[in-house]
């Protein structure tokens, strides 16, 4: 008797697509990821991924779509090939960025909007760098409904707040922090350096003065008692 063995699906951990067509998607791709992660770097629970394959119907490798940015309440953080839904206990990621590009074509922003929506995205973010134009929809009883008044926005999940600046989107964190470029991380990381540095040096000068100082009364202590007078007394 032959027994048949059901075939091995594979999930593709690549689509093929680039990651961004241009260097200005790029960056805000990379801006948005690596803000989140801090925003979110000590809750083990919160997974964020950048242009990670997403598959949430278990056997069909056709139904999939690759977020720009992705967060993902409830998964522990960790290394993915893609992200299979049935394997994360059926959670589907709640927020989404998209970032467009001058080759972005109408109907692919339409069926992603149609995945978002049919795959429970609670809130859908799509900025156009371009046109500084940014559309935000968040899901209601009817499903990803657009958000008429965007400027100033917070999101329900993130607490991130939206601000459409002069030149281009500003994006800040729930304190009031903007969200930096990793060249204005470093930076604000060197700046704080030669802050802590300088503070160092000042507590190490005034320590040195106060050594001086105790020196100096030392010395003259031990002439008055040389004199015969006691310091104690005086």
Not at 189 to 211: H, I, V
């Amino acid at each position: 008797m032959t027994l048949s063995v059901e075939p091995t699906i594979h999930y593709p951990d690549s689509d093929g697509q680039p990651m961004a067509d241009n260097t200005r998607q790029f960056r805000w791709i990379v801006l948005l990821k690596e803000n989140l992660e801090c925003l979110f770097a000590n809750d083990p629970n919160v997974f964020i991924a950048g242009d990670l394959l997403w598959y949430p119907v278990e056997g069909r490798p056709d139904i999939r779509v690759a977020p720009d940015v992705m967060v993902i309440f409830g998964r522990p953080k960790g290394d993915r090939g893609s992200y299979q839904q049935w394997l994360e206990a059926g959670i589907a990621p709640q927020v989404v960025f998209e970032i467009l590009s001058p080759g972005n074509r109408l109907t692919e922003m339409v069926k992603k909007l149609q995945f978002y929506d049919r795959h429970g995205v609670e809130e859908y973010y799509i900025y156009d760098p371009e046109r500084q134009e940014l559309s935000i929809l968040v899901r209601t009883p009817q499903g990803l409904d657009t958000v008429e008044m965007i400027d100033h926005w917070r999101s329900p999940r993130l607490g991130i707040q939206f601000v459409l600046g002069e030149d281009e989107l500003e994006v800040y964190y729930p304190d009031g922090r903007r969200f930096l470029t990793t060249v204005e991380l470093a930076q604000r990381m060197e700046e704080a350096q030669q802050r802590a540095q300088q503070e160092a040096q000042r507590a190490e000068q005034e320590a040195l003065r106060a050594q001086q100082e105790t020196q100096r009364a030392d010395r003259l202590a031990d002439y008055l008692r040389s004199q015969g007078i006691d310091p104690e007394q005086i």
